[in-house]
């Protein structure tokens, strides 16, 4: 699976848009982009995951550039349940595993 | 619909206990997972089950052993616990091995 790097933390203020950066620019051509957060003492909780479009559901936005090698998960209103640490994923559709690293620490402030 | 669930919640073990985790969901799904989270660090893969009878190992997969029970349940077996496996524990399930994985809300294991 390719290797992803983020930073390892951000801060952003309550009710505006969190955008959360992720390079990925060995990623072949059939690895998705997953996103997943956890919070404190709690399981991961899955986002959003794409391909090669950008995607949308009810909890973030998903970007992802056109040669793929990187992507941004937005969260368009940020509130303090927010507060965990993203960890960007790229997997290989054959593979079983989700490798997490280190993730980005983001913390939402009133 | 209460998706992947673990017992116990939290464990503390001697080195040399054994004790069984377990994991089940009410999602229907075939694949099933177990991964280890140490402090500060990503989760690691200790075996899964693509489906109901068969299981493979992980990354990590020294000192366990795993059961698929049935469809909805797989345990994970510490036979001879040691200070390393200290760590929290997450099952978590997809419909199959390429899909979505869901995760349960942990075991905190403690070995003295």
């Known amino acids: 699976d390719a290797k992803t790097t983020q930073p390892t933390s951000m801060d952003c203020a309550e009710g505006r848009a969190a955008n959360l950066p992720c390079n990925h620019s060995?990623?072949?051509?059939?690895?998705?982009v997953y996103w997943y957060r956890q919070i404190h003492s709690q399981g991961p909780q899955y986002i959003i995951h794409?391909?090669?479009n950008n995607e949308t559901n009810e909890m973030a936005s998903l970007i992802i550039t056109e040669d793929r090698k990187s992507s941004t998960l937005i969260l368009p209103h940020a509130t303090l349940r927010d507060t965990a640490v993203y960890y960007c994923?790229?997997?290989?559709?054959?593979?079983?595993?989700?490798?997490f690293g280190k993730g980005t620490s983001l913390l939402v402030t009133p | 619909n209460a998706g992947v669930t673990q017992t116990p919640k939290f464990q503390v073990l001697k080195t040399g206990q054994s004790m069984t985790l377990q994991c089940a969901q009410d999602?229907?799904?075939?694949?099933m997972y177990w991964y280890r989270q140490d402090p500060g660090m990503g989760l690691r893969l200790i075996y899964y089950?693509?489906?109901?009878?068969?299981?493979d190992k992980g990354e990590v997969p020294n000192g366990y052993n795993v059961s698929r029970l049935n469809k909805r349940e797989f345990s994970l077996r510490l036979e001879s616990a040691a200070p390393s496996q200290t760590s929290v524990y997450f099952c978590?399930?997809?419909?199959?091995?390429?899909?979505?994985?869901?995760f349960g809300p942990g075991t905190r294991l403690t070995v003295l």
């Open positions: 994923i790229v997997r290989n559709p054959s593979g079983y595993a989700l490798n």
């Open positions: 794409g391909l090669k």
């Open positions: 999602m229907n799904h075939n694949s």
């Open positions: 060995t990623i072949s051509g059939n690895e998705y």
């Open positions: 978590a399930s997809s419909q199959e091995r390429t899909d979505t994985q869901y």
């Open positions: 089950s693509a489906s109901e009878g068969t299981t």
